[in-house]
C-alpha cells in the first residue's frame, strides 16, 4: 500500500567575515559565509531534516552530531546522499521538495539553476520536482542585519 508523508525542515547559521559561503551544494563568493561545525549548508540541511522528518527517523543533529569530529567541514552534499540511502532503505522516495533560502546578500537568482544541477542526482529526482527559492527580510533582525541565513524546506515523500 503506497502512503504519503510530509516533513518540515529548517536551518539557520550565523555568517562570519573569512569564511566560504556553502548554500545548495554550491560555493558562492561573498565576503561572509556561514559557520558551523560541517561546511554550514543550510539549505541542504533543511532538505536533510524535512527527509528525516517525513520518514520519521529523527533529525540532522541525532545522524550528523556536530560532536562528532567525523563531520568537521564535511561537505553536506555526502549528508544529504547518505540521507536520500536511509530513507529509500525504509522504502520511501522523494515526490518532491520546496524549499526557501532567507538571506539579504548576496542575491541568489543566478545561482539556483546550479543549486538545482547540483541537487537533483544526489536526491534522485527530476529538475522539476526541486524548487529552490530565495528571499530576504526586508533589513529587519539578524538575516536583515547580515548576521545569519536560514532556509526552510518541506518534502512529500512516498512509501512503496
Known amino acids: ?7 518540515i525542515g529548517y536551518d539557520v547559521h550565523q555568517l562570519k567575515a573569512g569564511v566560504d559561503l556553502w548554500i545548495g551544494g554550491i560555493r558562492i563568493a561573498h565576503n561572509k559565509g556561514a559557520v558551523g561545525h560541517s ?6 540541511h533543511a532538505i536533510c531534516d524535512a527527509l528525516l522528518g517525513a520518514a520519521n527517523l529523527g533529525d540532522i543533529g541525532q545522524h ?6 567525523a563531520f568537521e567541514g564535511v561537505d553536506s552534499k555526502k549528508l544529504l546522499a547518505h540521507v536520500v540511502d536511509l530513507i529509500s532503505k525504509h522504502e520511501y522516495h522523494i515526490v518532491n521538495v520546496d524549499s526557501t533560502i532567507i538571506l539579504e546578500r ?3 537568482a543566478p545561482y539556483l539553476d546550479s543549486m538545482k544541477e547540483t541537487l537533483v ?8 520536482l526541486l524548487s529552490i527559492k530565495a528571499t530576504t527580510s526586508e533589513q529587519m533582525g539578524f538575516i536583515g542585519n547580515e548576521e545569519g541565513i536560514a532556509a526552510m524546506a518541506t518534502v512529500l515523500i512516498m512509501f512503496g
Open 106 to 108: 548576496p542575491k541568489l
Open 1 to 7: 500500500m503506497k502512503s504519503l508523508r510530509t516533513g
Open 64 to 69: 550528523f552530531s556536530d560532536e562528532d569530529p
Open 39 to 44: 561546511d554550514a549548508d543550510v539549505l541542504i
Open 121 to 128: 542526482p544526489i536526491m534522485k529526482i527530476r529538475k522539476d
